[in-house]
Structures are given as structure tokens and as C-alpha cells.
């Protein structure tokens, strides 16, 4: 049984930092492309980085310089590393393999990221 647990939320001032983290079972993680999404309240989920199992990554616009996307294939965990973040960047935050999400499948519960002063 697939599943991803996600971890670190919480309430943080503008221009704060949070350290996400994602631990993955059931799936073989080493050779499984991962991704981080998010979710605010009313939009669509959308992506927000993703790391190939060689750990090339890639990030949407709106995060680029600020999130850092990691993996520790070691432990079976994803991490997203969040630096100078703003209001907007307030939502449920998820991980799940590019395969997976592709189908919307595996999600797991996520974690609630809230930026308000």
C-alpha cells in the first residue's frame, strides 16, 4: 500500500521559514520521481516542485529561489525546505510521486502551511 505522510506545518510570519517533510512507504523511493503540491483554500491543487531520482529538480515561478525540494533516499523522505515565505504561499501542502499524481491517486492528508502576521 502506497502511502506519503507529510509533516512540519504550522503558523509562520511573513518572511519566515518552514521545513516540510515527506515519508514515503510502500513504493520503491530511489527510483520514484517525487513532487511537492499545495492547495489553497478554493483553488486547485497545484504543483510546486519536483525532484527526478537523479535529484535534478525544477520549480513553478512563484517559488523559485525561495523553496528547496530534497530527497533522502536513504530514509524513504521527501523535504521542501521553504525560506522568505508570504501570505500566499498559505495552504495545505502535499507529496506524492510524479506517476501517482499524474493519476490523482495516493494522496496523503497533508500539512496546513499558514503565513499570517
Known amino acids: 500500500q502506497v502511502q506519503f505522510v507529510e509533516s512540519g506545518g504550522g503558523l509562520v510570519q511573513p518572511g519566515g521559514s518552514l521545513r516540510l517533510s515527506c515519508a514515503a512507504s510502500?513504493?520503491?523511493?530511489?527510483?520514484?520521481?517525487m513532487g511537492w503540491y499545495r492547495q489553497a483554500p478554493g483553488n486547485q491543487r497545484e504543483w510546486v516542485a519536483v525532484?527526478?531520482?537523479?535529484?535534478?529538480?525544477n520549480y513553478d515561478d512563484s517559488v523559485k529561489g525561495r523553496f528547496t525540494i530534497s530527497r533522502d533516499n536513504a530514509k524513504n523522505t521527501l523535504y521542501l525546505q521553504m525560506n522568505s515565505l508570504k501570505p500566499e504561499d498559505t495552504a495545505i501542502y502535499y507529496c506524492n510521486s510524479l506517476p501517482s499524481a499524474a493519476q490523482s491517486i495516493n494522496w496523503g492528508q497533508g500539512t496546513q502551511v499558514t503565513v499570517s502576521s
Open positions: 525532484i527526478s531520482t537523479r535529484g535534478g529538480t
Open positions: 510502500g513504493i520503491i523511493f530511489s527510483i520514484s520521481p
